[in-house]
């Protein structure tokens, strides 16, 4: 069974830039999760779907970050535009719809210069 | 305000020894509290969690210890080895009744074990 995959592992933009990250979940998983960890910082989260709706964004940083999660497969995160603490590693985790387990894909190492 | 401190940043053990990583946590809504080992340019694995109904759990080399009126959990690496040097993250969650299972994670602990 294939892991959470996630797209691109890193990306390097310019202030002001646009840049969209994806997400791939384990087939069957419900539940998606963006999470984030910004240099020297805990890892936080960032926004819940189950299937296609947005169950928790509360932690969504501001209206700069976009998450869509199409037909209920995979997500997309949109930051736009990019600003220099936008910086970090963007993890996405997935996880079944009747348990806590969640299962983290590698990340994508974004950096803003 | 973090919700879930975990000492220590870093931690040095030689190979067998018994390294024992703490957190604390604040919030008592909290029910599940998974542990996670991060290897460089992977992201977290699940490693082994708990639930407060229960004070120990083992898998393994690994073991949570739970104190419940403490607000504390550790975990403990028997044996370990040059293979389990990672980074670990505690962190917690609250339940189904909350509607979202967002984890709120500790800030990590880099461990290395030396042969």
């Known amino acids: 069974e294939a892991g959470v995959t996630q797209f691109p592992s890193h990306s390097v933009i310019e202030k002001g830039q646009t840049v969209t990250l994806r997400c791939d979940p384990i087939?069957?998983?419900?539940?998606l999760y963006w999470y984030r960890r910004v240099m020297g910082k805990e890892i936080k989260f960032l926004l819940h779907?189950?299937?296609?709706?947005?169950?928790?964004e509360s932690g969504m940083p501001n209206n700069r970050f976009l998450a869509e999660r199409t037909g209920g497969t995979y997500s997309t995160l949109k930051v736009q535009p990019a600003e220099l603490e936008d910086s970090g590693v963007y993890f996405c985790?997935?996880?079944?719809?009747?348990?806590?387990?969640?299962?983290f894909g590698p990340g994508t190492r974004l950096t803003v210069t | 305000q973090q919700q879930v401190k975990q000492s220590p940043q870093s931690l040095i053990v030689q190979k067998g020894g018994i390294p024992i990583i703490n957190c604390a946590y604040e919030n008592t809504a909290f029910d599940y509290f998974p542990w996670y080992q991060q290897f460089p340019g992977k992201g977290p694995a699940l490693l082994i969690a708990i639930r407060p109904d229960v004070s120990e759990k083992k898998e393994g080399r690994f073991t949570i210890s739970f104190n419940k009126s403490a607000k504390q959990f550790s975990l403990h690496i028997m044996d370990s080895q040059p293979g389990d040097s990672a980074t670990y993250f505690c962190a917690a969650s609250i339940g189904a009744g909350a509607g979202s299972y967002q984890l709120t994670f500790g800030k990590g602990t880099k461990l290395s074990v030396i042969p």
């Open positions: 779907f189950v299937k296609e709706s947005k169950q928790d």
């Open positions: 087939s069957g998983h419900d539940n």
């Open positions: 985790a997935s996880s079944t719809g009747t348990g806590n387990e969640q299962y």
